[in-house]
């Protein structure tokens, strides 16, 4: 399975964008799957999570009520749907996965996930 991250820019504080990452090869529906970023020099930290039916969403406190997760199984693409963009959140957005069985609720650990895209760069200016 490959993952291709794509919909990063620059744009400027209480903007909007919308990040999508491509499932290749299975269906995305075996997948429980999530985004994380990264600053340089910083670990990579989690943002938000989707599980595999796309019926449940985790959102690190930081980005809850602004960011949205969302699943389109018959597309095989993940969204992250990011709104009032603050300065902060500039960084690398990369997008994860896992195959599970359909209970299994994603993680928040980078280690968890087995499969991650090649990240897309957000840059949110104040």
């Known amino acids: 399975v490959q993952l291709q991250a794509s919909g990063g820019g620059l744009v400027q504080a209480g903007d909007s964008l919308r990040l999508s990452c491509k499932v290749s090869g299975p269906s995305a529906s075996r997948y429980a799957l999530g985004w994380f970023r990264q600053t340089p020099g910083k670990e990579r930290e989690f943002v938000a999570a989707?599980?595999?039916?796309?019926?449940?969403?985790y959102y690190d406190d930081s980005v809850k009520g602004r960011f949205t997760i969302s699943k389109d199984n018959a597309k095989n693409t993940v969204y992250l749907r990011m709104d009032s963009l603050k300065p902060e959140d500039t960084a690398v957005y990369y997008c994860?996965?896992?195959?599970?069985?359909?209970?299994?609720?994603?993680?928040?650990?980078?280690?968890?996930?087995?499969?991650w895209g090649q990240g897309t760069q957000v840059t949110v200016s104040s």
């Open positions: 994860a996965g896992k195959q599970t069985i359909l209970t299994v609720a994603p993680d928040t650990e980078v280690r968890w996930y087995d499969t």
């Open positions: 989707i599980s595999r039916s796309g019926s449940s969403t």
